[in-house]
């Protein structure tokens, strides 16, 4: 059966209750009468034979590109590169991905007789991998093919030993990136696009770049000005990317590129009543949600957390394409539109959002409030084609428990930047002239990401500027449910019921406004009109 | 009249020790303090005087003394039966030196050579250093390191009023209030310590701790250092349990003021340091750190979080009043770090060769900070026991000092009256 597309919603007096995500837990909320509900297309039908796809990819190249057997010979240096844990979300069930693509150019390389292999995790500023991690993304084959002997590593943004200056663009943007990668004779990178902004020349620009190369557009005027991130040719953050990365095919460095489309089959089927549409739930849907509300709300937060960190989501591929950067993207960028795509006609006053337990920073970690607001207003705000779902001036509610809560390995900046810096200012600008330089400098935070598995002591500031364009653009944002103190701190309002949210968002769009609520998961993009 | 007595008396002093391990502060009901009749304490001799008090504070040594959690070091150092009270501000009933009676004063309360009639005094109270007395429990005077800890001065805790050297009075300007007034002691305190701490320019300095001392800190290097009678720290940061404490610490001139979970994060973002284990948790500390610690809690905690947030070769000023207590002395040991003790006051070093009384400067820091607005509540002795759990729950409860109101008419503007019992 054909999948449906993606449908808007106008509640009416027969709409059943919505599902909201609230962190580890979801709660229905009646919204009122003519308020809209965005639903993602459903997931389109996997690929018959995945590995079959990639070969295929891999020998049917796009763009300027010989087929990848054809660039591969004997003596040669050869590095993979592929996306870190940050994709997909959540982790998807083995074998991943990156294990059945890499286990293609791997098997290519071994029939050109390639010899001088290895593996790069692109982190840009993320945390290292752990060994479980790695294992999961590349199978325990790859794994112990390169690890034990160095040819698994991973991308250090710190480390001037492994870094090359390749040049600067005509705006003046340092161009860094991993010099195993540069300097080897072809860089294949493998990415999983799981939304718009994945993928392009972003995959290498950002992946391997150092601070001084990602300072150029991981900063609050590129960030306000990138409308939105989902849609490239209004993004300055992908301007910025595609100058530096023609500058890095311009210096020679060879990019084979291989980019990958999931479906949005996101949750195991013990979680299916999260996939449909509340008026089609059956019994035994209404009965699983409330059989799960009714443990989640007994269960510790921490215990519920680990629970919702080990599903492996039965994301499927749904297409696979290869060759040059540009080419490939482009076809890559269609597909994930054809997936998640959603026409919407018109803003609406209020924008309503149920957060997840997950962001792309905090796999197998705690989603802490800079995460939350990131995820709110840096993602899903920015989850739209053409105009921002909510007009400006209009009030985004989420709906989060935001606890004051950080993990101390993964996140160890992230706490001084909610202490010490958002309680001066919550300005990104401000906060970027006054703090980056200090935190992205400190040397136990370089120490920590370098050598355990921490982000980099920039990376809160970033997640704070991808916040940027949603801060400017809006009159208002409330919290439901969220731990008031966190929600403050960071300049928003808490509320404690969406009625009272409703009510406190009355005083800057008035009385009758219009709602809009995206409703997730799975994922979407709105093509707002 | 009526005087809080402070009597030996074993069987309370156990019983007061058991209560308080379920709060400072509530052993008053069952140990060895009570509400007496008690007559005027007689003038010891010449150049004394008396003073009847208006204000009196309750200290964190008092709660010690009161919780039976004092260390055994000052069994000498103390004579019974005696009235609590060194925090005192009180009206002059005769003359004393050029103090005419009638003046408000606030009293200095350490028992030095001249109080005690020794002459020649010792060597530190020759220098004015009148905490350093070498002869401290001598003398004319039965033992005692303050009025308050004496039998034969009486103490604050009156309406019998207390005897008072003329040099240990000082006469408060009409521009004070006696909640003003009453600060002064423990500004002196605070005072001394900050000179002890022997500052310099651009130092990262941490206090540990925002009940009266550590915003006493607080304010005496803020006011000290804009008047450059000690250098400015670059960085001055306070750990505060409480909000309204971290609100304080700020208004009075910290940078910053955190949770003391925080402290050491922050210690470590400003000073650059790097962090072996995670700054702030169980056996974690900083390889840097802060230039100087003013530890103002006392505890084996608070010593110990003291020396994983200071640098190498820095400096921690115990403040608080420490008592028996079991620490890991090693970082202090590896790290050479300075500690510091900071007892009371006397003088303090001023311009080349020149010597301030550490009052003096307390008047000035109390004045430029008001700091009669840290009195948070007030009670008449009768009440002494909720005085005295009010005072060992301050922080928890939003109050920072605690005092006895012994005006026969009150004269207060701004501090409201402790609920009655009625109320509570």
């Known amino acids: 059966m054909t999948p449906r597309p993606g449908f808007v919603l106008e509640v009416d007096r027969s709409t059943p209750p919505i599902l909201f995500w609230h962190g580890e837990r979801f709660v229905l909320e009646r919204l009122p009468e003519g308020s809209r509900v965005i639903y993602a297309p459903e997931p389109l039908s996997a690929l018959d034979d995945p590995s079959a796809a990639i070969r295929h990819a891999l020998r049917n190249p796009l763009g300027d590109r010989a087929p990848l057997p054809a660039l591969l010979r004997p003596g040669m240096r050869l590095t993979i590169c592929f996306d870190d844990v940050s994709l997909p979300l959540p982790p998807m069930q083995a074998p991943d991905v990156r294990q059945l693509v890499i286990e293609e150019v791997l098997d290519m390389a071994a029939s050109a007789g390639v010899d001088d292999v290895v593996l790069i995790a692109a982190l840009a500023l993320h945390r290292r991998m752990t060994e479980a991690e790695l294992r999961h993304a590349l199978g325990d084959r790859i794994y112990e093919a390169f690890a034990p002997h160095g040819l698994l590593t991973q991308h250090d943004a710190e480390d001037p030993d492994n870094l090359v200056h390749l040049g600067t663009t005509d705006k003046g943007e340092d161009v860094e990136i991993n010099k195993r990668a540069a300097t080897s004779d072809l860089l294949v990178y493998v990415n999983i696009n799981l939304v718009a902004m994945d993928g392009g020349h972003k995959s290498v620009a950002t992946g391997l770049a150092s601070y001084q190369s990602l300072r150029h557009h991981h900063n609050p005027r590129t960030m306000v000005h990138s409308r939105s991130f989902m849609d490239a040719p209004s993004s300055e953050l992908h301007t910025s990317n595609w100058r530096m990365g023609r500058l890095i095919a311009d210096s020679?460095?060879?990019?084979?590129?291989?980019?990958?489309?999931?479906?949005?089959?996101?949750?195991?089927?013990?979680?299916?009543?999260?996939?449909?549409?509340?008026?089609?739930?059956?019994?035994?849907?209404?009965?699983?949600?409330?059989?799960?509300?009714?443990?989640?709300?007994?269960?510790?937060?921490?215990?519920?957390?680990?629970?919702?960190?080990?599903?492996?989501?039965?994301?499927?591929?749904?297409?696979?394409?290869?060759?040059?950067?540009?080419?490939?993207?482009?076809?890559?960028?269609?597909?994930?539109?054809?997936?998640?795509?959603?026409?919407?006609?018109?803003?609406?006053?209020?924008?309503?959002?149920?957060?997840?337990?997950?962001?792309?920073?905090?796999?197998?970690?705690?989603?802490?409030?800079?995460?939350?607001?990131?995820?709110?207003?840096?993602?899903?705000?920015?989850?739209?084609?053409?105009?921002?779902?909510?007009?400006?001036?209009?009030?985004?509610?989420?709906?989060?428990?935001?606890?004051?809560?950080?993990?101390?390995?993964?996140?160890?900046?992230?706490?001084?930047?909610?202490?010490?810096?958002?309680?001066?200012?919550?300005?990104?600008?401000?906060?970027?002239?006054?703090?980056?330089?200090?935190?992205?400098?400190?040397?136990?935070?370089?120490?920590?990401?370098?050598t355990g598995h921490a982000y980099h002591g920039v990376h809160p500031f970033y997640m704070w500027y991808w916040c940027a364009h949603a801060l400017d653009h809006l009159g208002r944002v409330i919290v439901v449910g969220g731990d008031p103190a966190a929600v403050r701190r960071m300049g928003f309002s808490p509320a404690t019921s969406l009625d009272d949210a409703l009510e406190m968002a009355s005083d800057v769009v008035g009385r009758s406004p219009s709602l809009t609520h995206i409703h997730t998961p799975p994922l979407l993009l709105a093509d707002v009109r | 009249m009526k005087a809080l007595?402070?009597?030996?008396?074993?069987?309370?002093?156990?019983?007061?020790?058991?209560?308080?391990?379920?709060?400072?502060?509530?052993?008053?009901?069952?140990?060895?303090?009570?509400?007496?009749?008690?007559?005027?304490?007689?003038?010891?001799?010449?150049?004394?005087?008396?003073?009847?008090?208006?204000?009196?504070?309750?200290?964190?040594?008092?709660?010690?003394?009161?919780?039976?959690?004092?260390?055994?070091?000052?069994?000498?150092?103390?004579?019974?039966?005696?009235?609590?009270?060194?925090?005192?501000?009180?009206?002059?009933?005769?003359?004393?030196?050029?103090?005419?009676?009638?003046?408000?004063?606030?009293?200095?309360?350490?028992?030095?050579?001249?109080?005690?009639?020794?002459?020649?005094?010792?060597?530190?109270?020759?220098?004015?250093?009148?905490?350093?007395?070498?002869?401290?429990?001598?003398?004319?005077?039965?033992?005692?390191?303050?009025?308050?800890?004496?039998?034969?001065?009486?103490?604050?805790?009156?309406?019998?009023?207390?005897?008072?050297?003329?040099?240990?009075?000082?006469?408060?300007?009409?521009?004070?209030?006696?909640?003003?007034?009453?600060?002064?002691?423990?500004?002196?305190?605070?005072?001394?310590?900050?000179?002890?701490?022997?500052?310099?320019?651009?130092?990262?300095?941490?206090?540990?701790?925002?009940?009266?001392?550590?915003?006493?800190?607080?304010a005496a290097i803020s006011t000290l250092s804009s008047r450059g009678r000690v250098a400015a720290p670059g960085a001055l940061l306070a750990g505060a349990k409480y909000p309204h404490q971290r609100r304080l610490a700020e208004e009075l001139g910290a940078t910053a003021a955190v949770d003391p979970a925080q402290l050491a994060r922050a210690v470590r973002r400003r000073s650059g340091s790097l962090a072996i284990g995670a700054p702030g948790s169980a056996g974690g500390a900083l390889t840097g750190g802060a230039d100087v610690v003013f530890d103002c809690v006392g505890s084996a905690d608070s010593i110990t979080q003291s020396l994983a947030m200071v640098r190498p070769r820095g400096r921690v000023v115990l403040v608080g009043m420490p008592g028996r207590l079991h620490v890991d002395l090693a970082p202090l040991w590896q790290r050479e770090v300075a500690l510091v003790g900071a007892y009371a006051y006397g003088a303090e070093p001023a311009e080349t060769g020149t010597t301030v009384r550490t009052f003096d400067l307390a008047f000035e820091v109390v004045a430029a900070h008001r700091l009669g607005r840290l009195v948070s509540a007030s009670y008449p002795i009768e009440r002494f026991e909720e005085a005295v759990q009010h005072a060992g729950a301050a922080g928890r409860r939003g109050a920072v000092k605690v005092v006895f109101d012994l005006r026969p008419t009150r004269a207060r503007a701004d501090v409201p009256d402790a609920p009655g019992p009625d109320a509570q």
């Open chain 1, 252 to 450: 020679g460095v060879k990019i084979f590129q291989i980019e990958t489309t999931l479906n949005t089959d996101t949750f195991p089927s013990q979680f299916g009543f999260l996939q449909r549409r509340e008026w089609e739930w059956s019994l035994r849907d209404r009965a699983t949600y409330m059989a799960t509300a009714a443990a989640l709300d007994r269960t510790p937060p921490r215990v519920a957390r680990q629970v919702f960190h080990s599903i492996r989501a039965p994301h499927a591929l749904v297409s696979v394409q290869a060759g040059e950067v540009e080419a490939v993207h482009a076809v890559t960028t269609a597909n994930v539109w054809r997936q998640q795509g959603v026409e919407v006609r018109g803003q609406t006053d209020i924008l309503t959002m149920g957060l997840p337990y997950i962001s792309p920073y905090n796999v197998n970690s705690i989603m802490n409030p800079i995460l939350v607001a990131c995820l709110g207003l840096g993602y899903f705000f920015n989850l739209y084609r053409g105009m921002p779902l909510v007009r400006e001036g209009g009030v985004v509610i989420l709906h989060h428990p935001t606890p004051w809560e950080f993990h101390p390995g993964h996140h160890p900046s992230y706490i001084d930047f909610f202490e010490d810096v958002l309680s001066d200012t919550t300005d990104p600008v401000e906060i970027a002239k006054t703090y980056e330089e200090s935190y992205a400098t400190d040397p136990w935070y370089v120490h920590l990401y370098r």
């Open chain 2, 5 to 218: 007595v402070f009597e030996r008396n074993l069987p309370r002093f156990a019983a007061s020790r058991v209560a308080s391990v379920l709060g400072s502060g509530r052993g008053a009901a069952v140990g060895p303090l009570r509400l007496l009749e008690t007559d005027p304490p007689e003038l010891p001799g010449d150049g004394w005087a008396r003073v009847s008090p208006l204000v009196s504070g309750i200290c964190g040594s008092d709660l010690a003394t009161l919780d039976g959690r004092s260390s055994r070091y000052f069994e000498h150092l103390v004579s019974f039966p005696f009235v609590p009270g060194h925090e005192v501000v009180g009206v002059l009933e005769s003359p004393a030196g050029s103090i005419e009676a009638g003046r408000r004063v606030v009293l200095e309360p350490v028992l030095g050579c001249a109080a005690r009639g020794i002459e020649p005094p010792c060597g530190a109270c020759a220098d004015g250093l009148l905490g350093n007395c070498e002869r401290i429990g001598f003398g004319h005077l039965a033992p005692g390191l303050q009025t308050g800890y004496c039998a034969d001065t009486g103490g604050g805790w009156s309406r019998a009023g207390l005897v008072a050297h003329r040099t240990q009075l000082h006469p408060v300007p009409e521009d004070l209030s006696d909640e003003d007034a009453v600060m002064v002691e423990p500004v002196a305190c605070a005072t001394h310590a900050v000179f002890r701490a022997s500052l310099r320019d651009g130092e990262t300095v941490v206090v540990l701790g925002a009940g009266t001392l550590g915003l006493a800190v607080v």
